[in-house]
């Protein structure tokens, strides 16, 4: 059966068109977020043809500083919020759930605190589309295709997909291009994203489009910062970029869309994890049953890959906060255990991040963080364990935004926006108010900035 989706289409007008009030408001806004992108990777994408012709019509800044934890999904509910993670709520990629082996992620738009740019044009009447963008499962957006991932037995991903979006316009796009995909591989998920943006923009036209592409990240996490399947996604991307913007000019929107490319995070090369939690279980804060499941807990690390929050099931266990105080700082002092930083509750909320662990650590160069509960408590990754055993990468992320090279890019093109503006240096709070402000619309309660200086209104 073909599925008709013309009846569930919104008869939405975008508020300022034709009204005179703010003649350079773009009609139609396009967010494409290029999950990993560097400011490392500028001299690679503007070799390339359609990146090079785009960067030399918009303005951009090549260093921005990503939220503490550098993770996706802080940051995304951060570019859509104009907030730290402390306010916005999503303070990593997963919740804690110390009694579940894989624990779920912060999937859904209920998790935000506060407004959010989709809820603001939303709310304007405006069309609103998503693609993979993280945190908006189960949001009021129009035509939602959210990341989520079926994390129980009797679940599949068409399932919770259909379930956490909208079900009508998905059953559509997995229809139509479904053979695109396998599972969640890349570059093959990508290719489908990127298929299902196409047809959006065509026959759809939303006035506010999110896409969250995945391959450059899947591809450094797999085989490292600098390898060649990164430079390959990267030019990947380039052929994205090319056919996201012949699209927008084959529909005839393009003279009155904006166009915004923009990074989440950097990465950096490890071959160390760190398994915090084998040590507090030796020291009797983490008890396992027979199974090897935990039971109970009186102190937890929470991985960030890059860094890690220490929790207590108790805020008011001294006893516990002593003893995780004690091993934090002697497993500092030895530098072969790779913790750079050990920051108290408050100091991690005056960093952006949640204020209501009892500890925050950042990992040195080279090491990062897992949650497992067996091994040995600093193991070194065989080149051979890389996407065969869990949590063993080649590069990862997570980490405090002001390492060196570890910033990101953001790019704007189109309507409203001037060109060649270049802006030297920026936080990821700053995106939000901005692309709002690029819209006519507010968020409220933010933590950045508006980038004045590139817009045209």
């Known amino acids: 059966m073909t599925l008709n989706i013309d009846k569930f289409r919104y008869k939405v007008t975008h508020p300022f068109k034709g009204d005179g009030i703010l003649s350079n408001t773009p009609e139609y806004l396009v967010v494409v977020s290029f999950d990993a992108l560097s400011t490392l990777d500028f001299d690679t994408i503007n ?133 695109f995909r396998k599972g969640l591989q890349q570059p093959e998920l990508d290719n489908f994203v990127h298929q299902c943006a196409l047809y959006t923009i065509k026959n759809y036209t939303p006035n506010l489009l999110f896409i969250h592409y995945v391959d450059l990240d899947s591809q450094r996490h797999k085989h490292g910062f600098h390898s060649l399947e990164a430079k390959s996604a990267l030019i990947r991307h380039d052929t994205r970029l090319g056919e996201l913007i012949k699209t927008l000019k084959d529909t005839g929107i393009y003279d009155n869309t904006a166009l915004v490319l923009l990074g989440d995070h950097s990465s950096l090369d490890e071959n160390k994890v760190i398994n915090l939690n084998i040590i507090l279980k030796e020291r009797g804060l983490i008890t396992l049953n027979s199974k090897g499941r935990i039971t109970s807990w009186r102190a937890i690390s929470k991985g960030c890959d890059g860094s890690a929050y220490i929790y207590l099931h108790k805020n008011n266990d001294q006893e516990a906060l002593k003893t995780v105080e004690q091993i934090l700082f002697e497993l500092k002092a030895s530098k072969s255990c790779g913790i750079e930083e050990v920051y108290s509750g408050s100091e991690a909320g005056k960093l952006g991040s949640d204020p209501d662990c009892s500890f925050m650590l950042e990992a040195s160069k080279g090491f990062y963080f897992s949650d497992d509960l067996y091994g040995e408590l600093v193991k070194e990754i065989k080149p051979g364990e890389i996407g065969r055993i869990d949590h063993c990468t080649a590069a990862t992320h997570g980490y405090s935004p002001f390492k060196s090279d570890y910033t990101t890019m953001f790019f704007a093109s189109g309507k409203g926006v001037k060109p ?38």
Not at 438 to 444: I, K, R
């Open 47 to 179: 070799s390339l043809p359609n990146f090079h012709e785009y960067i030399k019509q918009c303005s951009f800044c090549k260093k921005v500083y990503s939220v503490y934890p550098s993770l996706t999904y802080p940051a995304h509910a951060t570019i859509v919020t104009g907030r730290y993670p402390k306010k916005h709520g999503i303070i990593n990629n997963t919740l804690l759930q110390p009694k579940r082996r894989v624990p779920d992620w912060f999937w859904y738009r209920k998790y935000i605190k506060g407004s959010t740019l989709y809820d603001k044009a939303i709310d304007a009447g405006l069309k609103t589309a998503a693609l993979l963008w993280p945190v908006t499962g189960r949001s009021r957006i129009h035509y939602n295709m959210p990341e989520i991932f079926p994390n129980r037995p009797w679940h599949n991903q068409v399932m919770v997909s259909l379930l956490s979006g909208s079900p009508v316009y998905q059953a559509l796009l997995n229809q139509k291009f479904g053979s």
């Open 420 to 457: 060649g503006v270049e802006v030297n240096n920026m936080n990821l709070v700053d995106e939000g108010p901005t692309l709002a402000k690029l819209m006519g619309l507010q968020l409220e309660d933010v933590d950045g900035r508006i980038l004045e200086e590139i817009l045209e209104l």
